[in-house]
């Protein structure tokens, strides 16, 4: 399995991941409209060497009162259903987390499965005195410091891209 960036002749293959792994186009077309409007991105695929069967995104998020703090959200992470439970999200989040830190970011925010994020060291995003614009339960908002101390003393609340109001 190799996990590297996206190129211009995966986009068909991403957007077909992510309606199968999420039974639906809204998070497909999250991809394909935050593509063309944010930067930096961090877009990674899964390759099984026959086909792409996983992608994760990585893209600016911002937190109130403290536009300084280099962001990222995670979202969406999607591996197809016949590859599921065999590792390959665990490699695009690290290979995400890596990259994301290659970049100078100094944390990452994910909503997601409370279960599965804090075995990469994510936490619950109060613990930074952190809120999400969305109403949210606690323990599936979270926050990784990839520079330790980064979000110390940072309270505030993260804010998407527009583009997020659709999902």
Avoid: W
Wanted: charged share 20%; proline share 5%.
């Amino acid at each position: 399995m190799q996990i590297r960036f996206e190129q211009p002749a995966d986009i068909a293959a991403i957007h077909a991941v992510n309606v199968s792994a999420f039974a639906g186009s809204a998070e497909a077309d999250l991809v394909d409209r935050l593509r063309g409007q944010v930067s930096p991105l961090v877009s990674l695929v899964a390759d099984d060497g026959q086909s792409i069967v996983g992608h994760i995104l990585f893209s600016p998020v911002t937190l109130t009162s403290h536009a300084d703090v280099k962001i990222m959200g995670l979202a969406p992470m999607a591996v197809s259903p016949a590859h599921q439970r065999l590792g390959i999200g665990s490699m695009l989040v690290r290979a995400g987390l890596e990259e994301c830190g290659k970049l100078g970011v100094d944390a990452v925010a994910v909503l997601g499965h409370a279960k599965y994020y804090p075995r990469f060291g994510f936490q619950p995003a109060s613990r930074f005195a952190l809120g999400c614009e969305y109403d949210v339960p606690d323990d599936v908002f979270m926050a990784l410091e990839l520079k330790p101390g980064s979000l110390m003393g940072k309270r505030g609340t993260i804010r998407y891209h527009a583009a997020f109001a659709g999902v």
